[in-house]
């Protein structure tokens, strides 16, 4: 049960896009379209943004986007905004349990 | 709307117990699978243990597999988690989330604000 990785930080302008990578591997991210990704403001509870790869919740604005390929998918942030900065997880399912990804934390320039 | 409230943590020794409970509302509870997700004091997500909807499929980490028990109570809206054998790297804010399907997943769609669990003597 490892960690999926992510890269620890990414940053980017206001209006420009940002991808956040997950990789996995063929028992996690790569066996199943079930990746899921949350954001995580500094004292909040996680709010799910993407699920099964590249699904949107009502109210999460098509500014964000996933996709998978292989073992490694991914998270994209178009039109960056300030309220964007946060702590970004992937999430994968792994048919007996649940990996999360270390995190990575979004820095709005 | 939906709400999830964490209750049952605290300051507990290494080596002893503790139960952990959610309780849920503004959704039909026995049509989805619940989790409990822990948070280090300032480290990333980890998913500790997932139950379905009838209790008929369980997981749990391998860090808590033997020491930590989920269960559910769907007359009484609520979810659980037995916690024994304490360890300081237990140590952690406890989150319980819903799931978006029946069957334990990863789509966890709403969280509670979390619970506290610190393990020190």
């Known amino acids: 049960q490892s960690a999926l990785t992510q890269p620890r930080s990414v940053s980017g302008s206001p209006g420009q896009s940002v991808t956040i990578s997950c990789t996995g591997t063929s028992s996690d991210v790569g066996g199943y379209n079930y990746v899921s990704w949350y954001q995580q403001h500094p004292g909040k509870a996680p709010k799910l943004m993407i699920y099964d790869v590249s699904k949107r919740p009502s109210g999460v604005p098509d500014r964000f986007s996933g996709s998978k390929s292989g073992n490694t998918a991914s998270l994209t942030i178009s039109g960056l905004q300030a309220e964007d900065e946060a702590d970004y997880y992937c999430?994968?399912?792994?048919?007996?349990?649940?990996?999360f990804g270390g995190g990575t934390k979004l820095t709005v320039l | 709307e939906v709400q999830l409230v964490e209750s049952g943590g605290g300051l507990v020794q290494p080596g002893r117990s503790l139960r952990l409970s959610c309780a849920a509302s503004g959704f039909t509870f026995d049509d989805y699978a619940m989790h409990w997700v822990r948070q280090a004091p300032g480290k990333g997500l980890e998913w500790v243990s997932g139950i379905s909807w009838n209790s008929g499929s369980i997981g749990y980490a391998d860090s808590v597999k033997g020491r930590f028990t989920i269960s559910r109570d769907n007359a009484k809206n609520s979810l659980y988690l037995q916690m024994n054998s304490l360890r300081a790297e237990d140590t952690a804010l406890y989150y319980c989330?819903?799931?978006?399907?029946?069957?334990?997943?990863?789509?966890?769609?709403?969280w509670g604000q979390g619970t506290l669990v610190t393990v020190s003597s």
């Open positions: 989330a819903k799931d978006m399907r029946a069957v334990a997943g990863q789509d966890f769609d709403y």
């Open positions: 999430c994968s399912y792994a048919g007996s349990h649940v990996v």
